[in-house]
């Protein structure tokens, strides 16, 4: 048992040492993954309050797809050793159903350009 204390110990500190840039992107991911989550849970509401059942249902499957994938880097994440910081709810402006599909559009595409300066 011992031994497997150490390995993981030292395996947990090599990782922090060795991957620190990779740590560092998969928890702004993280927190950009949960961030939207929140944003079209928002989204979702806005359009139920304006009588647009189909359309907050998009939302929430969106929704739930972001979540899975900040899932998924929450896990990398942990086994990385990482401790996962927390996210603040989002500064995102809940508009007309319209206006928020209209930025809903917008966002995957600047992620695609933060993406691409990235490599």
Do not use: C
């Amino acid at each position: 048992m011992r031994i497997f204390v150490l390995f993981f110990a030292i395996s947990w500190a090599d990782a922090q040492s060795k991957y620190p840039e990779t740590i560092s992107v998969l928890q702004t991911v993280y927190s950009g993954e949960m961030q939207v989550h929140l944003s079209y849970l928002g989204f979702a509401q806005k359009a139920n309050s304006e009588n647009y059942p189909n359309i907050a249902h998009l939302f929430l499957a969106l929704a739930n797809s972001e979540l899975i994938h900040a899932r998924n880097f929450r896990k990398f994440l942990s086994d990385l050793g990482t401790d996962v910081k927390e996210i603040s709810k989002p500064e995102t402006k809940i508009l007309s159903t319209k206006e928020n599909l209209k930025s809903t559009t917008k966002e995957p595409i600047s992620q695609y350009k933060e993406i691409e300066r990235m490599k």
